[in-house]
């Protein structure tokens, strides 16, 4: 059946969408299901609010956008300015200076597991529009950047890495203006991937771990499992 009553949950828009040219990233606490699970309500509650805290003004100082926190996750944006049409490079290092810092917050918050990130970047065309129910947040975001940059998240346990990129971030972080030979020196090709949602493969890279981070993350993952009482 087909109602002719006006529908009065149609959302305005208060523009056109608009198409931009951006570098995605997606931050996630890693095993916080476990740390909920394991920790006290006031111990995760305070890693949290550091959590964001400090990727929000990370993200602000390498001039990127923030989007949205969505529960341990955080979504951002990098475009390019005026000045610095080198946002594929900036949201390398943004994400780089991320990792650096977070290992400084797990020894602040030691009353919790170790703590870590994964990371998914992505960068391409993106359809942005602000919903009116949800201009309290950034513009939603549309586009297969988005969508990558997500499951690449996803994907970096599997992978091994903790920071994960598409290829069109890669292929555009070399040409920009004057990108530093250590931006992408240890970021190697892992070949096509298959993500949920995509018909065709993408290429990925990832940051190689360092053996100071593969002995942290033994560390915590030791920290994690549990103990078998003896016989």
């Given at each position: 059946m087909t109602s002719t009553e006006p529908r009065t949950n149609v959302i305005p828009y208060p523009g056109a969408?608009?198409?931009?040219?951006?570098?995605v990233m997606f931050v996630d606490l890693?095993?916080?299901?476990?740390?909920?699970i394991d920790d006290p309500p006031e111990a995760v509650f305070g890693l949290l609010s550091d959590f964001q805290h400090l990727v929000t003004d990370l993200v602000a100082s390498f001039r990127g956008e923030l989007n949205s926190y969505q529960g341990d996750g955080v979504l951002a944006t990098f475009g390019d300015v005026a000045d610095r049409p080198d946002c594929a490079t900036r949201t390398l290092r943004?994400?780089?200076k991320i990792l650096e810092q977070i290992r400084a917050l797990s020894l602040d918050h030691a009353?919790?597991?170790p703590v870590s990130v994964s990371i998914g970047l992505q960068y391409g065309p993106i359809w942005t529009s602000t919903i009116k129910t949800s201009s309290h947040f950034g513009p939603t975001l549309i586009g297969d950047a988005v969508n990558v940059a997500a499951r690449l998240e996803q994907q970096a346990g599997t992978l091994g890495a903790k920071i994960v990129a598409g290829d069109d971030l890669i292929q555009r972080a070399s040409r920009e203006s004057a990108p530093d030979a250590s931006d992408l020196a240890q970021f190697v090709n892992v070949g096509p991937l298959l993500v949920r949602g995509r018909q065709t493969p993408v290429d990925v890279w990832k940051l190689q771990m360092q053996s100071s981070d593969f002995l942290l993350e033994n560390a915590s993952a030791l920290c994690r499992a549990p103990v078998e009482a003896p016989c």
């Amino acid at each position: 059946m087909t109602s002719t009553e006006p529908r009065t949950n149609v959302i305005p828009y208060p523009g056109a969408p608009c198409l931009r040219h951006m570098a995605v990233m997606f931050v996630d606490l890693d095993h916080f299901m476990r740390i909920c699970i394991d920790d006290p309500p006031e111990a995760v509650f305070g890693l949290l609010s550091d959590f964001q805290h400090l990727v929000t003004d990370l993200v602000a100082s390498f001039r990127g956008e923030l989007n949205s926190y969505q529960g341990d996750g955080v979504l951002a944006t990098f475009g390019d300015v005026a000045d610095r049409p080198d946002c594929a490079t900036r949201t390398l290092r943004c994400a780089r200076k991320i990792l650096e810092q977070i290992r400084a917050l797990s020894l602040d918050h030691a009353n919790v597991q170790p703590v870590s990130v994964s990371i998914g970047l992505q960068y391409g065309p993106i359809w942005t529009s602000t919903i009116k129910t949800s201009s309290h947040f950034g513009p939603t975001l549309i586009g297969d950047a988005v969508n990558v940059a997500a499951r690449l998240e996803q994907q970096a346990g599997t992978l091994g890495a903790k920071i994960v990129a598409g290829d069109d971030l890669i292929q555009r972080a070399s040409r920009e203006s004057a990108p530093d030979a250590s931006d992408l020196a240890q970021f190697v090709n892992v070949g096509p991937l298959l993500v949920r949602g995509r018909q065709t493969p993408v290429d990925v890279w990832k940051l190689q771990m360092q053996s100071s981070d593969f002995l942290l993350e033994n560390a915590s993952a030791l920290c994690r499992a549990p103990v078998e009482a003896p016989c």
